[in-house]
T-cell receptor, first 114, second 111 residues
Framework: GAGVSQSPSNKVTEKGKDVELRCDPI?????LYWYRQRLGQGLEFLIY????????KSGLPSDRFSAERTGESVSTLTIQRTQQEDSAVYLC????????????FGPGTRLTVT | LAKTTQPISMDSYEGQEVNITCSHN???????ITWYQQFPSQGPRFIIQ???TKVTNEVASLFIPADRKSSTLSLPRVSLSDTAVYYC????????????FGSGTRLQVQP
């Protein structure tokens, strides 16, 4: 079946502009995560959605970052007034939730802020 | 969250068994140990997960001693396609299961 998809695959934007990144999780997966990966580094947790519960936003680095999820489907990560340090690959993952630790990752969106 | 420490890089040759050890001295009682693999320009891929003793699947084995302060991922007879970054993670049993990734171990398999 279809895996996690993300769009766009690459995004180049000018400093100060807003960007919106999209994630389509695997159907039936109640949990959805956003991570950021800077070049050569591990992943940083950003935000977690589980069903209809309030999202865990504890990893968002600043109030310029926000994310929404429609039910148990599509999620969008918005970065306002982008800065050069926002340049990274943004990865989305979904899982069945509950006791499952296995997360399925999308291919990521490479964001470059010039 | 328990911090993990693993070697930055390892080299091996095709056909050899590779063991990557990760230390997690502050692991909590309800924490599970999970390993992921990441190829360049791709998202991480789940390999294996365990709580204690030994777990084996079609890809790898995971050895966890009784004190659970470390774990070893064992890859049997590696091939060139196993060249990747391997992440050891400790995930809490309750609440969110967002994963804390360290820098991982970069495995280079030579012909």
């Amino acid at each position: 079946g279809a895996g996690v998809s993300q769009s766009p695959s690459n995004k180049v934007t000018e400093k100060g502009k807003d960007v919106e990144l999209r994630c389509d999780p695997i159907s039936g997966h109640t949990a959805l995560y956003w991570y950021r990966q800077r070049l050569g580094q591990g992943l940083e947790f950003l935000i977690y959605f589980q069903g209809n519960s309030a999202p865990d936003k504890s990893g968002l680095p600043s109030d310029r970052f926000s994310a929404e999820r429609t039910g148990e489907s599509v999620s969008t990560l918005t970065i306002q007034r982008t800065q050069q340090e926002d340049s990274a690959v943004y990865l989305c993952a979904s899982s069945l939730g509950g006791d499952s630790y296995e997360q399925y990752f999308g291919p990521g969106t490479r964001l470059t802020v010039t | 969250l328990a911090k993990t420490t693993q070697p930055i890089s390892m080299d091996s040759y095709e056909g050899q068994e590779v063991n990557i050890t990760c230390s997690h001295n502050n692991i909590a009682t309800n924490d599970y140990i999970t390993w992921y693999q990441q190829f360049p320009s791709q998202g991480p891929r789940f390999i294996i997960q365990g709580y204690k003793t030994k777990v084996t699947n079609e890809v790898a084995s995971l050895f966890i001693p009784a004190d659970r302060k470390s774990s070893t991922l064992s890859l049997p007879r590696v091939s060139l396609s196993d060249t990747a970054v391997y992440y050891c993670l400790v995930a809490p049993d309750t609440g969110r299961r967002a994963l804390t990734f360290g820098s991982g171990t970069r495995l280079q398999v030579q012909p």
